[in-house]
T-cell receptor, first 113, second 115 residues
Framework: EPEVTQTPSHQVTQMGQEVILRCVPI?????FYWYRQILGQKVEFLVS????????KSEIFDDQFSVERPDGSNFTLKIRSTKLEDSAMYFC???????????FGSGTQLSVL | DQQVKQNSPSLSVQEGRISILNCDYT??????FLWYKKYPAEGPTFLIS?????DKNEDGRFTVFLNKSAKHLSLHIVPSQPGDSAVYFC??????????????FGKGTLLTVNP
């Protein structure tokens, strides 16, 4: 079965540094998403992306965050200046239709020290 | 603001018996509901979904029931198997209006199926 691929699986960074989390969505999907889960808390929506632009974003997705689809296959999440509270598991997802049967990647565990 | 609530953090059942996982929601704009299963160190995996125009959807051992008037849905797994042991998330979206690109998740219920 096709799958969403995320790299790296773990990322450790110093506070204030920039990080880029990478994702390869399923090839025929048109809708892309980033979610995150802080340890012990629920999975939270960050942003959705369709037709090369942001469709919707949450209040978490402030000016420090950005997303990009630099080519036909990759979808990236950039955090410009990381904070301690950005430590979480970040999940990329994709779907054929909006919000129907999202396929999630295995996540990137981001640790900000 | 918990718009999707899973009030039972954990559930333990015997292999072969029925597992019933419950979910409540408060946002009346939600019209599409999904259940995801998550194993440790993996992303959530889609299980089953239901539109608000239905009150039941079945797929093999998994059945989801929706009670719109009570704003309640449940996932039934029968018979339960040890491999079903995982965290189960309920999620909802407002596809007909409002936030139609965003899933709102509950906190999850850890299901343990004992052999």
């Amino acid at each position: 079965e096709p799958e969403v691929t995320q790299t790296p699986s773990h990322q450790v960074t110093q506070m204030g540094q920039e990080v880029i989390l990478r994702c390869v969505p399923i090839s025929n999907h048109l809708y892309f998403y980033w979610y995150r889960q802080i340890l012990g808390q629920k999975v939270e929506f960050l942003v959705s992306f369709y037709n090369n632009e942001i469709s919707e974003k949450s209040e978490i997705f402030d000016d420090q965050f950005s997303v990009e689809r630099p080519d036909g296959s990759n979808f990236t999440l950039k955090i410009r200046s990381t904070k301690l509270e950005d430590s979480a598991m970040y999940f990329c997802a994709s779907s054929e239709q909006p919000n129907e049967k999202l396929f999630f990647g295995s996540g990137t565990q981001l640790s900000v020290l | 603001d918990q718009q999707v609530k899973q009030n039972s953090p954990s559930l333990s059942v015997q292999e072969g018996r029925i597992s019933i996982l419950n979910c409540d929601y408060t946002n009346s704009m939600f019209d599409y509901f999904l259940w995801y299963k998550k194993y440790p160190a993996e992303g959530p995996t889609f299980l089953i979904s239901i539109s608000s125009i239905k009150d039941k959807n079945e797929d093999g051992r998994f059945t989801v029931f929706l009670n719109k008037s009570a704003k309640h849905l449940s996932l039934h797994i029968v018979p339960s198997q040890p491999g079903d042991s995982a965290v189960y998330f309920c999620a909802a979206s407002a596809n007909s209006g409002g936030s139609n690109y965003k899933l709102t998740f509950g906190k999850g219920t850890l299901l343990t199926v004992n052999p």
